[in-house]
């Protein structure tokens, strides 16, 4: 089973860049499709983008496409979101999840999810 660990969320100004990780810590990271969602206070969690098992294959939510990219290294079992141009409406919590199913990652059910991080921008 997966357990996964989010790290790398803080406070930014407007404008600014952040990089999450997310280290996963069983023996199938590199057969999962993950992604990346997040969560603002009062609203749903919402899908941000989807990475194969290869990392071959991603997909973006249009409210992230060309400021965010994902990302992943299979040998250090490891998931990035590089986030830049960051707008106070970026601020949320922010979830690593995987799954065997890509189509599982895109429609935000995945099996495993991450305890989250949390990332503030500051107008």
């Known amino acids: ?22 280290v996963a810590s069983g023996r199938t990271f590199s057969r999962y499709a993950m992604g990346w969602f997040r969560q603002a206070p009062g609203k749903e969690r919402a899908f941000l983008a989807a990475i194969d098992w290869s990392g071959s294959s991603t997909y973006y939510a249009d409210s992230v496409k060309g400021r965010f990219t994902i990302s992943r290294d299979n040998a250090k079992k490891t998931m990035y979101l590089q986030m830049n141009s960051l707008k106070p409406e970026d601020t949320a919590v922010y979830y690593c999840a995987g799954d065997s199913s890509y189509i599982a990652v895109v429609d935000t059910k995945p099996g495993y999810w991450g305890q989250g991080t949390q990332v503030t921008v500051s107008s």
């Not at 089973?1 to 997310?22: D, I, P, T």
Request: glycine content about 22%; hydrophobic content about 30%.
């Open 1 to 22: 089973q997966e357990q996964l660990v989010e790290s790398g969320g803080g406070l930014v100004q407007a404008g600014g860049s952040l990089r999450l990780s997310c």
